[in-house]
């Protein structure tokens, strides 16, 4: 739900070869085997062509402080994956004559700004203008109380518009929140119960729902943030904050039997389906291009404390796969490649990891407030417990790994800082782009 840095929704994915069913299954095991050993990934992993599952993995633990591990039939919140459930609900109304995708949201909201301007496809494709409230909610830690829904309104009311419907998208979950309650007027029914009677039960989902706290007795995981060497506790979000914008838990077998479901037609109808798929300034109805070579499919990621997730489905080969995850230090896109080159046979490495340890006298020399001329952020390097932190304008701080002298990484987003003390600069990369700080 909530983004850091400068990450994208898109991910950017290897070249493929051709699809085949006989998956190395004992590599790719071996490789989420390096990434539980070092501490890089908790969770679970499954890959499907059309609706035969050919592999599932599951590593780390559901609960760190029970030692209980994680299992093919672990749950996990799947964050942003949601709204594509949701849209999917949405267009289902639109098919069946309740709801119009043109019509505006002033007859169900009318305090907000802009109301009777902002349309249903407006919310689907987040071009409706309205602010993202919820990084501010999480750096406030309100997002783990409970909310009503005229709370909620309130809350979209203060924080206004940031510019005006469909001059621009810009990712916002009030859009996915409000398309929630829409539903819940429409149907008279909660939410979790329309995900039940549109999606869950028409194709078997066992493991798909929208519930209250996590109850790890339920096969439910905790989630985590590894900080200071060990896995942490992560605060978690109240559902009523999130609904139909980050709320569902699932697992990965479940989301690709979604995937194939969406894809094949058996929810929706082919001119729907399309519409979704329409891209607009890198966003469709709940979905994002993946690129994969000369190949492309569609699907969404997810984040929600500290869970991460993402699925996909390539028309080639009917290939759907998805990852959830629990415990994330490192870079989701690697997992991904990973994923899909052992789906398409193409090669792909099992990770090293070497430990560089730094003196706290070292740490000294990175510490500081630095800006940059390139972009409109502050950058702030401060240390704990023998740790080096990021924290850039606005958003929360990250712990930094040593990777080499004067070089360090925050591997769950793929950004590289390198520091220059004598030069009291800091070069960050992420995805081929490169910004130059300079200390204040």
């Known amino acids: 739900m909530k983004r850091v840095l400068i990450i994208s929704l898109a991910v950017s994915l290897a070249s493929i070869a051709g699809f085949s069913q006989n998956i190395d299954k004992a590599k790719l095991d071996a490789y989420f085997d390096a990434l539980a050993s070092n501490n890089r990934f908790m969770g679970s992993v ?37 709204k594509t459930f949701t849209a999917v609900i949405t267009l289902q109304a639109v098919e069946e004559g309740v709801l119009s995708l043109n019509e505006t949201i002033d007859k169900y909201f009318p305090t907000i700004g802009n109301a009777n301007k902002i349309t249903i496809e407006h919310l689907l494709r987040h071009r409706s203008g309205l602010h993202n409230h919820l990084d501010d909610l999480v750096n406030s830690n309100q997002h783990i109380h ?26 916002s979950n009030p859009n996915y929140i409000l ?32 519930d209250g706290k996590i109850d790890t007795q339920n096969g439910e995981c905790n989630s985590y943030t590894f900080l200071n060497n060990s896995w942490v506790l992560a605060p ?9 914008a980050g709320a569902i838990t699932s697992t990965p077998a479940d989301i690709v039997t979604f995937s194939h479901a969406l894809f094949s037609g058996k929810l929706i109808s082919e001119n729907s389906l399309t519409k979704m798929q329409i891209i607009k300034d890198h966003y469709g109805m709940a979905l994002i291009q993946m690129p994969f070579n000369d190949k492309s499919g569609f699907g969404h990621s997810g984040g929600i404390d500290g869970f991460r997730s ?5 028309p080639i080969g009917e290939i759907s796969f998805a990852f959830t995850s629990n415990g994330m230090n490192f870079y989701g896109n690697n997992i991904a490649i990973a994923i ?45 417990n023998g740790s080096l932190f ?12 040593a990777t080499e002298k004067d070089k360090f990484e925050f591997k769950q987003v793929g950004v590289v800082f390198e520091f220059n003390p004598l030069n009291n600069s800091i070069k960050l990369k992420q995805s081929g782009m490169e910004f130059l700080f300079e200390k204040e």
């Open 310 to 314: 993402v699925f996909a489905y390539f």
């Open 146 to 171: 409970p909310i009503t829904e005229k709370e909620m309104i309130e809350v979209f009311v203060k924080a206004g518009n940031d510019f005006e419907p469909d001059t621009k998208m810009a990712y």
């Open 46 to 82: 499954a890959i499907a062509q059309a609706d035969k599952l050919i592999y599932v993995k599951s590593v780390g633990f559901a609960d760190v402080e029970q030692e209980l591990f994680a299992s093919e039939s672990s749950k996990y919140r799947i964050g942003s994956i949601t």
């Open 390 to 401: 990021a924290q850039l304008t606005g958003q929360p701080s990250f712990p930094l790994e």
């Open 340 to 384: 899909l080159s052992a789906a398409f046979n193409n090669p792909f490495e099992i990770p090293e990891f070497t430990t560089v340890n730094i003196s706290d006298e070292e740490l000294d020399n990175y510490l500081g407030v630095y800006s940059s001329q390139q972009l409109p952020l502050k950058l702030t390097i401060t240390k704990s």
């Open 179 to 210: 398309l929630t309650y829409i539903l819940e007027k429409i149907y008279n029914k909660p939410f979790s119960q329309i995900l039940e009677e549109k999606i869950t039960n028409p194709i078997g989902l066992k493991n798909t729902y929208i």
């Open 236 to 244: 978690e979000f109240d559902v009523s904050q999130v609904l139909g």
